[in-house]
């Protein structure tokens, strides 16, 4: 009798950028930073450190707490939202605002319900980008009109770096979406994965870095 053989490993896609001492951090918000407490040598057989940083540095999950004062913490939050089928979408140069008309050409009746929304061409993950693309806040009630759980793009902000009302994570908010942000999607072509990018179970904090993955769908 033949043995089963292996499943073909399905192929990922790394979508989470490097984090380090340079990783950009909007303007006034905690950089990476990171020390040794002890390092390998006579009398220690590891080494150990202690970082400190925003949970928005890098590719990360935005808790309710994040945009609402009464909102959940990130590690009360459900995980069924970051881990699932999802739908790429590109909007490459679109902006200032992703609007309905730079997504549609993708949505249709199988859209999952979670989608991530490519609008640079390279990510810049070595700079802060002020100039960032964001949601316009009538592209998430029309995605959260279709049974859309998580919307993610590949810029710091669902919102314009200078917003001070947050109008596209208001919508998140009334309609109880999450949210992924800072993921780079340089070389994903449009199409239909798996996503998991689970958060920490951080019991206080407003946001969570995850280390976002995508994997081809059987």
């Keep these: 009798m033949q043995a089963n053989p292996t499943p073909a490993a399905r192929p990922l896609w790394d979508i989470s950028p490097p984090v380090h001492a340079g990783s950009p951090v909007f303007p ?32 990360h999950a935005d808790a309710p707490l994040h945009y609402d004062a ?5 590690g009360d939050v459900s995980l069924e ?4 089928p999802c739908r790429v979408i590109h909007a490459i140069g679109r902006g200032p605002l992703i609007a309905w008309e730079h997504i549609a050409h993708a949505v249709d009746a199988s859209l999952p319900q979670r989608v991530l929304v490519r609008t640079y061409e390279t990510m810049p993950v070595d700079r802060w980008d002020g100039a960032l693309a964001a949601y316009a806040p009538a592209t ?17 902000s669902i919102d314009p770096a200078d ?4 109008d596209s994570h ?4 009334r309609r109880g979406l999450r949210v992924l942000e800072n993921l ?7 199409g239909d994965y798996e996503l998991i990018a689970l958060p920490l179970k951080l019991t206080t904090a407003d946001a ?11």
């Design 184 to 190: 780079v999607l340089d070389g994903v072509p449009e």
């Design 81 to 84: 939202a970051f881990l699932g």
């Design 208 to 218: 969570s870095p995850v280390r976002a993955v995508l994997r081809a769908l059987p």
């Design 170 to 173: 208001q919508v998140i908010r």
């Design 28 to 59: 006034g918000d905690t950089a990476y930073s990171q020390q040794w407490c002890a390092t390998i040598g006579p009398g220690c057989p590891v080494n150990v450190s202690a970082i400190t940083l925003s949970p928005h540095v890098g590719a």
């Design 163 to 166: 917003s001070k009302t947050l």
């Design 70 to 74: 009464e909102g959940a913490t990130i």
């Design 140 to 156: 998430i009630e029309r995605l959260a009109d279709l049974g859309v759980l998580l919307v993610g793009i590949d810029t710091a």
